[in-house]
């Protein structure tokens, strides 16, 4: 049977391959930008609607939810990828189903159960009001972690711009909604987060169940889910724990800070780290969905090392500018953006801009260990993760000090994270010299641009001009790199085609 063009290129590889890679990085990543704008537009009317402890009280409620969501699917939903034949990966899809369905479920019971030492060791009696809104929030979220996974299968990363989209709009909505009503607490946060992933899921499921209703009719069998249990059953078995560690380990400030501090603390936390990730996710969380699917083949057809140095290049090119700023004048974006009730929200994101660029490069590359097939190492490095942040978030509050205790929990993660760089390099074969050259080159870049921010910083110049100038800085850095990279203006070609 005769190839069309575009499978001969899939098998030559190449830059036409990396092409299109970054083509569908750009489909999803384009789709969502409304949605990433419309977000970071609407928290400074949310600023100004909540308050710091409204804030951390939202924080407190997503991080609980968030540890029992990413274990919604037993892992399962990774193993959607892996299988050859569509026929398979939808009784995997099935199976991911039904662990949502059996983990929710157990929820309930638990969160009932251990509902009065959860508020008393948060220090938060306010957070116990909404506990009961973490089941729903698990079972929404666990589906939606498994048709994602599906989606990413079919290549079809429209549908899932389109589900982003839907719940950007219905999540600020809702929480604005809510704050104008005259009831501003943390519920209209917490209400307006379950309303946007309730959206988002049914709009994806809507468009997966149009297109692939017929495969997923005519695949769905007990036995083959029962093979899918027994095949994969390293992913319960091990990942599971590690995914579990992994998310405890994300959520240990909000709980530390809240049972050494206050709400109030973790509100100034979670505003900065919530602008940190926005950005960061915004393109990162994008490149993962479609370097997970194009990893997956690439490891098979022994081309893996290419994709992941020209994916590290395009991280590093696209996050070490404007984080490498924030680390300079984060406080005055926060006061002059959100007022100087949030100055010290700046000044944890000054904290934690580093910490947050390295967590970027190597958050898509983490998928590496899923597709070799290295279970182990997920769980070895994830307990490395949780112990070193919770001694030092355990340290710096035993010291009486927030400041101190993000100081170190950033030190810590950047050297882990960084390992875990270090050791994605090394299993998909790409050499340790050239990460370090790629990132090398672009800090070399910064540094004149650093040194001007530096010294108008340094002379007090006024913050909002500071902060224009620094804007106006990265606008001219990403449209420098839009005529100079050849990689980027090869993407730029391939998307306008």
Not at 239 to 258: G, Y
Not at 388 to 396: A, M, N, P, V, W
């Amino acid at each position: 049977m005769e190839k069309t063009p575009s499978e001969m290129t899939e098998k030559l590889g190449g830059n036409n391959k990396n092409a299109s890679f970054a083509f569908d990085v750009l489909t999803l990543a384009g789709g969502t930008t409304f949605a990433q704008i419309l977000t970071i537009f609407s928290v400074p009317v949310l600023t100004r609607l909540y308050g710091p402890e409204d804030f951390g009280v939202w924080a407190l409620y997503i991080s609980i939810s968030s540890i029992l969501s990413v274990i919604s699917c037993l892992r399962y939903e990774y193993s959607i990828m892996l299988p050859e034949l569509d026929e398979e990966a939808v009784n995997l899809l099935g199976l991911s189903l039904l662990s949502v369905l059996f983990v929710s479920g157990l929820t309930l019971p638990i969160i009932w159960y251990f509902r009065e030492p959860i508020v008393e060791i948060l220090n938060s009696p306010q957070v116990g009001n909404y506990l009961w809104l973490v089941t729903p929030f698990v079972f929404i979220n666990g589906i939606f972690l498994a048709l994602t996974n599906w989606n990413s299968r079919t290549k079809l990363f429209k549908r899932l711009s389109i589900s982003k989209i839907s719940s950007s709009i219905s999540t600020t909505s809702t929480q604005i909604g809510m704050g104008l009503a005259g009831k501003p607490g943390p519920g209209g946060l917490i209400a307006g987060s379950l309303v946007g992933q309730s959206i988002s899921t049914f709009i994806l499921g809507l468009q997966i169940w149009r297109d692939d209703r017929n495969l997923i009719e005519q695949s769905l069998n007990w036995r083959k889910i029962y093979e899918g249990f027994k095949r994969y059953y390293k992913f319960p078995l091990i990942d599971t724990w590690s995914a579990l560690m992994n998310s405890v380990s994300w959520q240990l400030p909000a709980f530390l800070l809240s049972a050494f501090f206050t709400p109030l603390v973790v509100g100034f936390y979670s505003l900065g780290f919530r602008l940190l990730q926005l950005p960061m996710s915004f393109i990162g969380g994008s490149i993962s969905q479609v370097f997970f699917q194009r990893a997956s083949r690439a490891f098979s057809e022994g081309t893996l090392p290419s994709l992941v140095e020209n994916v590290l290049r395009m991280l590093v090119i696209i996050g070490m500018f404007p984080m490498l700023i924030l680390t300079i004048i984060g406080s005055d974006v926060f006061t002059v953006v959100f007022g100087k009730a949030w100055a010290e929200a700046g000044v944890y994101a000054q904290i934690l801009s580093i910490w947050a660029f390295i967590w970027f490069i190597s958050t898509p590359l983490s998928t590496i260990y899923v597709v070799v097939e290295k279970q182990q190492f997920g769980f070895h490095y994830n307990f490395l993760n949780l112990i070193t942040r919770l001694f030092s978030l355990l340290i710096g509050g035993a010291l009486g000090s927030p400041r101190m205790a993000l100081i170190l929990f950033s030190i810590s993660g950047i050297l882990v994270y960084g390992y875990l760089c270090l050791k994605m390099m090394s299993y998909s074969g790409v050499k340790i010299s050239r990460a370090l050259k790629i990132i090398l080159s672009n800090l070399i870049l910064f540094m004149p641009v650093g040194m001007v921010i530096v010294a108008l910083k340094m002379i007090e110049i006024n913050q909002i001009l500071l902060v224009l100038c620094s804007g106006l800085i990265i606008c001219i850095y990403y449209l420098y790199i839009l005529r100079t990279d050849a990689q980027i203006k090869e993407i730029i070609s391939e998307f306008r085609a």
